[in-house]
């Protein structure tokens, strides 16, 4: 089944809002059979709306919006199409006073206002889907010019109708429908270019399944997709692609999906019974940041030091002066000891040190803006890299993070059930 996907509102063409709606609909739809064909996003203007949506018909005869259901002057979807259907919109007395109940149980002042009378309003013939996540339910309408589903555009409500009442109604009206699933691994520590060359011979392997290379800011995605195929086959044709790839770049891949590689960190961290500090200085407590972002990151984390200025380093983490004074803060010698020194300081078995050059200014002929020493320490194991990081200071901060992670997960022993992370 081929659809189109219409995202009304004047924020989206402004920038001041991101689309993430049409990218989580093309991910759900996909599951189930249904082809995004086209994307468009419009202003919140009945004339554009019917425009874009008329046409969207004529080419797929089943269109699904976001947006524009709310109470206010310019929430107009449910007019449009109404219009566009020649159809009267009609009062939902029962959602009526479902949304009324909804005013006085959420404890808001006064009786709800006129304008949300709006939200109880669908074209006639339509199918009024409840949205327990918010006001504006979801409306489905079918007739001669095929079949328009109009969602709210509030991400999490969306999600939810999508979830919940979209994706049935469509598994349903194509239960034989080939599915299209994707699995991404996630690789961090080699560029893109490289990766290609290691990976370029095995492509045509891969199939049935298609590879997609997807560069980040904390490293490349290889995304293989399962296209219009039976639920089965898709599977064991992923499989099949995952574990070819997996058997080139295992030593680079960290996890599947979404997996943020502080949870990699803290997965080995727990699995070999260690407690875990940081020492930095130029990522200024991201390093941190990242491992404390995970849920149950206490039963591992014992803590950090942001270790900025040199009498800092010297202080808290015993790092000599000395040291300072001859290498450079920015040295191996000086991450080695503020590795060390974090191990000390929280009774850590394993540690993180980072010093660099984020720029702009600082750097020298010798060690330019981007120069960062990075050490990971596990018991009196120690390894140690410089790596100078392009970019502008957010990015050589980020990058330092990311690969200081990645250096911790490389020194920790790998559980047996984490081959290729």
């Not at 409840?130 to 409306?139: D, K, M, Q, T, V």
């Not at 599915?179 to 290691?198: C, F, H, K, M, N």
Request: glycine content about 10%.
């Amino acid at each position: 089944m081929d659809l189109e996907v219409v995202t009304i509102g004047t924020e989206l063409l402004l920038g001041h809002t991101i689309d993430t709606n049409a990218a989580y609909l093309a991910r759900a739809l996909a599951a189930v059979g249904a082809r995004v064909t086209r994307k468009t996003s419009v202003p919140d203007t009945p004339a554009a709306i019917r425009d874009v949506v008329g046409s969207a018909l004529a080419r797929t005869g089943f269109v699904v919006t976001t947006g524009g259901l709310g109470p206010t002057r310019d929430d107009l979807t449910r007019q449009a199409i109404a219009e566009l259907y020649g159809v009267p919109l009609l009062l939902d007395e029962p959602y009526l006073e479902r949304l009324q109940a909804r005013w006085r149980r959420l404890g808001r002042p006064g009786s709800m206002p006129e304008a949300n009378r709006t939200q109880a309003q669908y074209p006639a013939g339509a199918t009024v889907l409840a949205n327990p996540r918010g006001s504006a339910p979801g409306l489905w309408l079918e007739g001669v010019l095929g079949v328009v589903v109009m969602l709210p555009g509030v991400p999490h409500e969306l999600q939810g109708l999508t979830d919940e009442a979209l994706v049935p109604r469509l598994a349903q009206r194509a239960p034989d429908a080939g599915v299209t699933r994707s699995v991404t691994l996630r690789t961090t520590g080699i560029p893109e270019s490289q990766l290609a060359d290691l990976v370029g011979p095995l492509e045509e392997t891969l199939a049935p399944a298609t590879l997609a290379y997807l560069p980040t800011f904390d490293g490349v995605d290889l995304r293989l997709t399962a296209w219009q195929m039976p639920a089965g086959e898709a599977a064991v044709a992923l499989a099949r692609a995952r574990d070819r790839l997996l058997a080139v770049v295992a030593d680079r891949c960290y996890g599947e999906g979404g997996t943020d590689l502080a949870t990699v960190v803290l997965e080995r961290a727990r699995a070999a019974g260690a407690r875990l500090a940081v020492a930095e200085s130029c990522t200024g407590g991201l390093v941190a940041a990242r491992l404390t972002a995970i849920p149950g990151a206490s039963a591992v984390f014992a803590g950090g030091v942001v270790a900025y200025e040199n009498a800092v380093k010297v202080s808290e983490l015993g790092v000599p002066e000395r040291t300072i004074q001859t290498e450079g803060a920015v040295s191996e010698a000086v991450v080695r000891a503020m590795a060390a020194g974090a191990q000390r300081r929280f009774g850590a078995d394993a540690a993180i040190a980072v010093t660099g050059i984020a720029g702009p200014e600082g750097g020298t002929a010798e060690k330019p803006v981007g120069t960062v020493w990075l050490c990971a320490a596990w018991g009196a194991s120690q390894q140690a890299v410089r790596i100078g990081f392009p970019g502008d200071r957010a990015e050589v901060r980020g990058r330092a993070a990311q690969t200081a992670l990645d250096l911790m997960r490389r020194i920790l022993p790998a559980p047996p059930a984490a081959a290729g992370r």
